[in-house]
């Protein structure tokens, strides 16, 4: 019973920064960009976000640091491959080097250092209910945070008509553009959201996950994350399935090597990726028409003024 | 000569002398660095007015509706809506004040359902749900049925214009906008535009139709405005006008009359197509059903058809691209081909010309010698023991060059530096060249200025005077018209029986395009012709 609790609670905490971090993608890729950079923009956000809390002691503060930090990582992007017209794939990748030297950098300094994590909710009663009283009312406030965002982002795609002009300009940007949308200041958004939300994904690794920071501490979540979107084939709903199983694999490869199960742990660490590839070829082999990933993702896009 | 009087009465229909013009550009100009794409245009539009603009590819006709419409600000001049002087801001504030747009690349969002794409074309004051209610009010009040809630992909061409064009009247236009709203469309489906379009009239609102349809323009149109490379020519009543001189002065100069050598000879078959059909390759593909003809030398078989019908997947299987299961499907020159390679198709002395110029026709950042190489070094010896003859490719362009007029700023530039239509003189002078027993031709002339369409048509009458068997696809029913001995319609994937020319009227053609079949007596007929 109380293994299947410790399990539970392992797994959400191992998924939180893969569902934030994709959640925040999946809003820049319905726009129209592939931003390859999340996994730059969240290791800055690692140690920003270390370095904000343990200078003011304050989680929260590290948790702004963190969005602060990764939404201009994603600022440099923007204006690499929105207003300068760059390749995308170039300019993304060539971020997640540049967060990986920058993060480094900045905590080099804080190497060794711990700080207190995030509190954990604590509601007399409901929080003592055997096995799902600490999963649903005793987490920190990152996870209940990550369900919101979620939810948030459905609802602002699906139901608001800025979410709509949003995937209009992910579906056609010459379209959107005909009708008079501005399509770069929009996706500006849209990319400067997926930093915000991969920054707060990497601050939580240091903040709640592990209460210090290691350099390249992200191991690897920014490119789940990346694999998580087309996992989803860009559907909210999905990636939080998609954030939670994948969040379980990395679980399930720590217990198994602690079993002793003959699986080599780097088959289990290449799962999330078989995974999505073994998705997308379900998915095209089912489509019966459309297509899945927004029609202009990756396209560079730039108007006639 | 009527534009001068149109200028001196300012009232040319003789009533409503009150009214001033519902929208006036003065001296408008658009500067694309050195290029004058609008150079001092000034034109008025009057309330229930249908005022055609007309003009070839690149006379400026675009430049200056999206002007009109607020998506590019002029380089100088003026803009007056209703006697006041405007500066656009953008499409929203062109449709707020009453400009609508129907565009000729439809401005629409195929993953998105047919509501949501008329909620973005509107301003979003009224809920999702009001606007849906209101889209049905309006569809049905004129007639364009549309069903909200299904996805863009899905729909025909004639539904997707029908989006576009409510999507437009939701916002109750005084001054719609058409781009070349029939290019796409069957005859059929353009009389019941005709129709929307006059009752549009009849409520008070102005239309400036482009087109270069001049038939089409003589009809529909009150007033007719003519751009030649960025400037104004004209403004005539084109009903008082005949389209030989309309298009003198859209061309400048007369337009070469392409001539036929009468009584060409036909010898063997050549080409011959026995029962091929094809799944599609793609989702939204279409499926060939069953298609057979038969192509004799020294003849064109015309094919017409709405696009998306099959043309592509028919050249796709004719040209090798796309391999038959059957070898006996696709016959040249009484070989089996189905099975054979794009390049042993060429060995066996068939060219092709794909209807996309950059990209499927050539590689459009390669010079043109490496693109007369591409589809040359099979059979026309441009290729020594694996080695370029770059002395023979730059041959190759030279003669092109001198054959089909083709103009260039260098001998040898990249393919994407050509002009539309010189690249489709060379494109189709590189096929020619290498005299090939059986042309395929996909929309040989489409986006073409009409000098070069006029020179690309004689070729292939050439060419089939020569004794090749030539095939060519086309939306321009006149352009069959003018070249082809017989013409069939691909429709759903299927090809009707080939009519002779001279019984192919625009109705029979009009119904076969639409998908319904002529009695039989009349198949009978034009096959025994």
Same mark, same amino acid.
Request: charged residues 20%; neutral net charge; hydrophobic residues 45%.
């Given at each position: 019973?109380?293994?299947?609790?410790?399990?539970?609670?392992?797994?959400?905490?191992?998924?939180?920064?893969?569902?934030?971090?994709?959640?925040? +993608?999946?809003?820049?890729?319905?726009?129209?960009?592939?931003?390859?950079?999340?996994?730059?923009?969240?290791?800055?956000?690692?140690?920003?976000?270390?370095?904000?809390?343990?200078?003011?002691?304050?989680?929260?503060?590290?948790?702004?640091?963190?969005?602060?930090?990764?939404?201009?990582?994603?600022?440099?992007?923007?204006?690499?491959?929105?207003?300068?017209?760059?390749?995308?794939?170039?300019?993304?990748?060539?971020?997640?080097?540049?967060?990986?030297?920058?993060?480094?950098?900045?905590?080099?300094?804080?190497?060794?250092?711990?700080?207190?994590?995030?509190?954990?909710?604590?509601?007399?009663?409901?929080?003592?209910?055997?096995?799902?009283?600490?999963?649903?009312?005793?987490? %920190?406030?990152?996870?209940?945070?990550?369900?919101?965002?979620?939810?948030?982002?459905?609802?602002?795609?699906?139901?608001?008509?800025?979410?709509?002009?949003?995937?209009?300009?992910?579906?056609?940007?010459? *379209?959107? !553009?005909?009708?008079?949308?501005?399509?770069?200041?929009?996706?500006?958004?849209?990319?400067?959201?997926?930093?915000?939300?991969?920054?707060?994904?990497?601050?939580?690794?240091?903040?709640?996950?592990?209460?210090?920071?290691?350099?390249?501490?992200?191991?690897?979540?920014?490119?789940?994350?990346?694999?998580?979107?087309?996992?989803?084939?860009?559907?909210?709903?999905?990636?939080?399935?998609?954030?939670?199983?994948?969040?379980?694999?990395?679980?399930?490869?720590? !217990?198994?090597?602690?079993?002793?199960?003959?699986?080599? *742990?780097?088959?289990?660490?290449?799962?999330?990726?078989?995974?999505?590839?073994?998705?997308?070829?379900?998915?095209?082999?089912?489509?019966?028409?459309?297509?899945?990933?927004?029609?202009?993702?990756?396209?560079?896009?730039?108007?006639?003024? | 000569?009527?534009? !001068?009087?149109?200028?001196?009465?300012?009232?040319?229909?003789?009533?409503?002398?009150? +009214?001033?013009?519902?929208?006036?550009?003065?001296?408008?100009?658009?500067?694309?660095?050195?290029?004058?794409?609008?150079?001092?245009?000034?034109?008025?539009?009057?309330?229930?007015?249908?005022?055609?603009?007309?003009?070839?590819?690149?006379?400026?006709?675009?430049?200056?509706?999206?002007?009109?419409?607020?998506?590019?600000?002029?380089?100088?001049?003026?803009?007056?809506?209703?006697?006041?002087?405007?500066?656009?801001?953008?499409?929203?504030?062109?449709?707020?004040?009453?400009?609508?747009?129907?565009?000729?690349?439809?401005?629409?969002?195929?993953?998105?359902?047919?509501?949501?794409?008329?909620?973005?074309?509107? %301003?979003?004051?009224?809920?999702?749900?009001?606007?849906?209610?209101?889209?049905?009010?309006?569809?049905?009040?004129?007639?364009?049925?549309?069903?909200?809630?299904?996805?863009?992909?899905?729909?025909?061409?004639?539904?997707?214009?029908?989006?576009?064009?409510?999507?437009?009247?939701?916002?109750?236009?005084?001054?719609?906008?058409? %781009?070349?709203?029939?290019?796409?469309?069957?005859?059929?489906?353009?009389?019941?535009?005709?129709?929307?379009?006059?009752?549009?009239?009849?409520?008070?609102?102005?239309?400036?139709?482009?087109?270069?349809?001049?038939?089409?323009?003589?009809?529909?149109?009150?007033?007719?405005?003519?751009?030649?490379?960025?400037?104004?020519?004209?403004?005539?009543?084109?009903?008082?006008?005949?389209?030989?001189?309309?298009?003198?002065?859209?061309?400048?100069?007369?337009?070469?009359?392409?001539?036929?050598?009468?009584?060409?000879?036909?010898?063997?078959?050549?080409?011959?197509?026995?029962?091929?059909?094809?799944?599609?390759?793609?989702?939204?593909?279409?499926?060939?059903?069953?298609?057979?003809?038969?192509?004799?030398?020294?003849?064109?078989?015309?094919?017409?058809?709405?696009?998306?019908?099959?043309? %592509?997947?028919?050249?796709?299987?004719?040209?090798?691209?796309?391999?038959?299961?059957?070898?006996?499907?696709?016959?040249?020159?009484?070989?089996?081909?189905? !099975?054979?390679?794009?390049?042993?198709?060429?060995?066996?002395?068939?060219?092709?010309?794909?209807?996309?110029?950059?990209?499927?026709?050539?590689?459009?950042?390669?010079?043109?010698? +490496?693109?007369?190489?591409?589809?040359?070094?099979?059979?026309?010896?441009?290729?020594?023991?694996?080695?370029?003859?770059?002395?023979?490719?730059?041959?190759?362009?030279?003669?092109?060059?001198?054959?089909?007029?083709?103009?260039?700023?260098?001998?040898?530039?990249?393919?994407?530096?050509?002009?539309?239509?010189?690249?489709?003189?060379?494109?189709?002078?590189?096929?020619?060249?290498?005299?090939?027993?059986?042309?395929?031709?996909?929309?040989?002339?489409?986006?073409?200025?009409?000098?070069?369409?006029?020179?690309?048509?004689?070729?292939?009458?050439?060419?089939?005077?020569?004794?090749?068997?030539?095939?060519?696809?086309?939306?321009?029913?006149?352009?069959?018209?003018?070249?082809?001995?017989?013409?069939?319609?691909?429709?759903?994937?299927?090809?009707?029986?080939?009519?002779?020319?001279?019984?192919?009227?625009?109705?029979?053609?009009?119904?076969?395009?639409?998908?319904?079949?002529?009695?039989?007596?009349?198949?009978?007929?034009?096959?025994?012709?």
């Amino acid at each position: 019973m109380e293994l299947v609790e410790a399990i539970i609670l392992a797994v959400l905490a191992a998924s939180t920064p893969l569902l934030i971090a994709a959640t925040g +993608e999946l809003v820049a890729e319905r726009s129209g960009v592939l931003n390859l950079g999340v996994e730059g923009m969240m290791i800055v956000g690692a140690a920003c976000g270390f370095a904000g809390a343990w200078l003011t002691g304050s989680i929260l503060v590290g948790a702004l640091f963190g969005i602060i930090a990764g939404t201009l990582m994603s600022l440099v992007f923007a204006l690499m491959a929105l207003g300068l017209a760059v390749n995308q794939v170039a300019t993304g990748l060539a971020l997640t080097i540049l967060g990986i030297g920058l993060s480094g950098l900045i905590g080099a300094g804080f190497v060794g250092e711990r700080i207190t994590p995030a509190v954990h909710l604590y509601i007399p009663v409901l929080t003592d209910i055997p096995l799902i009283g600490r999963v649903l009312f005793g987490e %920190d406030g990152f996870i209940y945070f990550s369900v919101a965002l979620i939810v948030g982002v459905w609802w602002f795609l699906y139901r608001t008509r800025a979410g709509l002009i949003l995937r209009a300009c992910g579906d056609n940007h010459v *379209s959107a !553009h005909a009708l008079g949308y501005p399509v770069l200041r929009i996706r500006t958004f849209a990319v400067m959201f997926g930093g915000a939300c991969a920054g707060l994904a990497g601050a939580y690794l240091p903040l709640a996950y592990t209460p210090f920071f290691i350099p390249g501490m992200t191991a690897g979540r920014g490119w789940i994350a990346l694999a998580l979107v087309v996992f989803s084939s860009w559907r909210p709903g999905r990636l939080v399935v998609g954030a939670y199983l994948f969040g379980a694999v990395t679980i399930l490869q720590l !217990h198994a090597q602690g079993w002793g199960v003959g699986i080599p *742990s780097q088959f289990m660490s290449a799962l999330p990726y078989l995974a999505t590839v073994i998705v997308l070829v379900l998915l095209s082999r089912a489509r019966t028409g459309g297509s899945t990933a927004p029609a202009a993702l990756g396209t560079v896009f730039v108007s006639d003024r | 000569m009527q534009a !001068h009087q149109r200028m001196l009465d300012p009232t040319p229909k003789g009533q409503n002398s009150g +009214e001033s013009p519902l929208l006036r550009t003065i001296g408008l100009t658009k500067r694309y660095g050195d290029l004058l794409a609008n150079d001092s245009i000034d034109i008025d539009i009057w309330p229930r007015e249908i005022h055609a603009l007309l003009g070839e590819n690149g006379a400026g006709k675009s430049t200056l509706v999206k002007a009109i419409y607020g998506l590019i600000q002029p380089s100088a001049g003026q803009i007056r809506w209703q006697g006041q002087r405007i500066v656009l801001s953008g499409p929203s504030e062109a449709r707020s004040r009453g400009i609508g747009m129907v565009f000729q690349h439809f401005s629409l969002f195929d993953n998105l359902t047919v509501a949501e794409n008329v909620a973005l074309g509107l %301003d979003g004051q009224e809920s999702f749900k009001d606007m849906s209610a209101r889209l049905e009010q309006v569809s049905r009040t004129y007639g364009l049925p549309l069903d909200p809630k299904r996805e863009v992909w899905q729909l025909s061409v004639g539904e997707r214009q029908r989006i576009e064009i409510v999507r437009a009247l939701m916002q109750d236009p005084k001054f719609l906008i058409l %781009d070349e709203p029939t290019a796409v469309l069957t005859p059929q489906e353009a009389d019941q535009l005709f129709i929307v379009l006059e009752r549009l009239k009849a409520e008070g609102r102005a239309i400036l139709y482009i087109s270069h349809k001049l038939e089409e323009v003589k009809r529909l149109c009150d007033t007719a405005t003519i751009l030649r490379g960025g400037r104004k020519v004209e403004t005539c009543n084109p009903r008082l006008d005949t389209a030989a001189s309309l298009a003198r002065m859209m061309v400048g100069g007369e337009v070469k009359e392409v001539k036929a050598v009468s009584g060409r000879k036909t010898t063997v078959p050549r080409l011959v197509v026995n029962d091929l059909s094809l799944a599609p390759s793609e989702a939204h593909g279409v499926r060939l059903d069953h298609i057979s003809f038969e192509l004799k030398g020294g003849e064109i078989l015309g094919i017409a058809g709405v696009a998306g019908n099959g043309q %592509d997947e028919l050249f796709a299987a004719l040209s090798g691209e796309r391999l038959a299961k059957d070898p006996g499907t696709v016959v040249i020159e009484g070989i089996a081909a189905g !099975h054979l390679s794009i390049t042993q198709r060429r060995k066996l002395g068939a060219a092709f010309v794909p209807e996309e110029r950059l990209g499927h026709g050539t590689a459009p950042r390669m010079k043109l010698s +490496e693109n007369a190489l591409l589809t040359g070094h099979a059979a026309s010896g441009m290729v020594r023991r694996g080695f370029i003859d770059t002395a023979a490719t730059l041959k190759t362009v030279d003669r092109a060059t001198e054959t089909f007029d083709v103009r260039k700023a260098k001998r040898d530039p990249e393919a994407a530096s050509l002009s539309g239509g010189n690249l489709q003189k060379f494109i189709v002078g590189r096929e020619i060249l290498r005299n090939p027993a059986v042309l395929v031709a996909s929309q040989p002339t489409w986006g073409v200025d009409a000098g070069a369409a006029a020179v690309i048509r004689q070729a292939l009458l050439d060419l089939a005077t020569a004794g090749a068997a030539v095939l060519v696809t086309s939306q321009d029913l006149d352009e069959l018209a003018e070249i082809a001995d017989r013409i069939a319609v691909m429709f759903h994937g299927k090809l009707s029986a080939p009519l002779a020319t001279s019984e192919a009227t625009r109705e029979k053609l009009g119904l076969l395009m639409g998908g319904s079949s002529l009695e039989p007596k009349e198949v009978a007929h034009a096959a025994g012709a």
